[in-house]
C-alpha cells in the first residue's frame, strides 16, 4: 500500500474513485480502516483520498508533542505530494478540528468543509471523557480502551442491537497499530485544540453535523462551529450519538452529497 514522505514522517494514504478531491481525515481513536463504508459511499462520487494521521496506522508515529496544527500541516502535505490543488476537506472528530486548521491557516487549499461531531473547544463533559479515555489506555492498553470507546460512541438502543457492528468496530479501534505516547499524544493535541477566536476568519461553504445525544463531542459544541463559521449549515441527526455517521448513515451521507452537490453548482454558476 502506498506511503509518501511528508516533513518528519512517513504517511500511509489510499485513493478511491475518481472526480473531484475528497480529502477525508479520521479522528483520535482509528485509522483509515474505521470509515470504509463512508468513504465507499463517497467514492461513488467524489475522489477520495483517506490516510492514517500521524501516530495511528500505517504512519510515522515519533515521540514528540503533536497539535491539530501538526496534523494539518501533515493534511496539506500529503496533499502536495499528490498534487491536489484544492479539495473539499471532510472531518470526523478530531479529524473536524483538522480541517478547521487547514481551511484557517490555508483556505485556497478548501474547496468546502464538512465536520461532523467535532468542537471548537471541547466542553468540561468532553475533556473528561478524552481524559478518562487517556487513562485507561496508558493503564489497560489500546484493546480496553475501545470498549470505553464505544460507550461513549453509540446510543444505548443502538449499542444493545447492533452486536456484530459494534464489535467490529471495538477491534478496528482497539487495532490502530499504533504505540502508547502516540496516543498519547494525540489525546493531549485535542483537549488542547481551540479555535475559538479563529474560526469566525473561515469563508469556505461549512457543513457542520453532530448526533444529539452525543456525550463526547456535545451538540453545543457543533452548536457553536456553526455559529462562529459564517454562513455554516448545522444538522443535528436525532436519537443518536458520537457515531452518528453509522446510526444514521443513508441519511446522513445523502445530506453531505447534496451539500457537496450544491457547493460544485455554485461554484460553477
Avoid at 481513536?29 to 475522489?47: F, T
Avoid at 456535545?218 to 457553536?224: A, G, H, K, M, N
Avoid at 454562513?231 to 441519511?251: I, M, T, W
Wanted: aromatic share 8%; glycine share 8%; net charge neutral.
Amino acid at each position: 500500500m502506498p506511503k509518501v514522505q511528508v516533513k518528519d514522517i512517513e504517511m500511509y494514504y489510499e485513493v478511491h474513485g475518481k472526480g473531484t478531491p475528497l480529502v477525508h481525515i479520521g479522528g483520535l481513536a482509528g485509522d483509515a480502516r474505521a470509515w470504509a463504508r463512508q468513504i465507499e459511499r463517497l467514492s461513488r462520487h467524489y475522489q477520495v483520498v483517506c490516510f492514517d494521521n500521524r501516530g495511528t496506522g500505517r504512519t510515522s508515529c515519533p515521540d514528540i508533542p503533536y497539535s491539530t496544527r501538526m496534523f494539518a500541516e501533515d493534511t496539506v502535505g500529503l496533499m502536495d505530494a499528490l498534487g491536489i490543488q484544492r479539495a473539499h476537506l471532510y472531518g470526523i472528530s478530531m479529524g473536524g478540528c483538522i480541517v478547521q486548521e487547514v481551511a484557517i491557516n490555508r483556505p485556497e487549499r478548501v474547496l468546502s468543509l464538512v465536520i461532523n461531531g467535532s468542537f471548537a473547544k471541547f466542553d468540561r463533559f468532553g475533556a473528561r471523557v478524552t481524559e478518562n479515555i487517556m487513562n485507561v489506555y496508558k493503564s489497560q492498553g489500546a484493546a480496553e480502551a475501545a470498549r470505553h470507546m464505544t460507550i461513549a460512541c453509540y446510543t444505548p438502543s443502538y449499542f444493545n442491537s447492533h452486536k456484530d457492528e459494534i464489535d467490529a468496530k471495538e477491534k478496528a479501534l482497539g487495532d490502530a497499530q499504533r504505540p502508547a505516547h502516540a496516543f498519547i499524544h494525540s489525546a493531549l493535541a485535542i483537549l488542547e485544540h481551540d479555535s475559538r477566536a479563529r474560526i469566525g476568519g473561515i469563508s469556505a461553504p461549512t457543513l457542520v453535523n453532530c448526533g444529539d445525544t452525543d456525550p463526547w463531542c456535545s451538540p453545543r459544541c457543533s452548536e457553536e462551529i456553526a455559529r462562529l463559521i459564517p454562513g455554516a449549515r448545522l444538522k443535528l441527526y436525532p436519537n443518536s450519538s458520537h457515531f452518528f455517521l453509522n446510526e444514521h448513515f443513508d441519511e446522513v451521507m445523502a445530506d453531505i452529497l447534496a451539500f457537496l452537490r450544491a457547493v460544485e453548482m455554485s461554484a460553477a454558476a
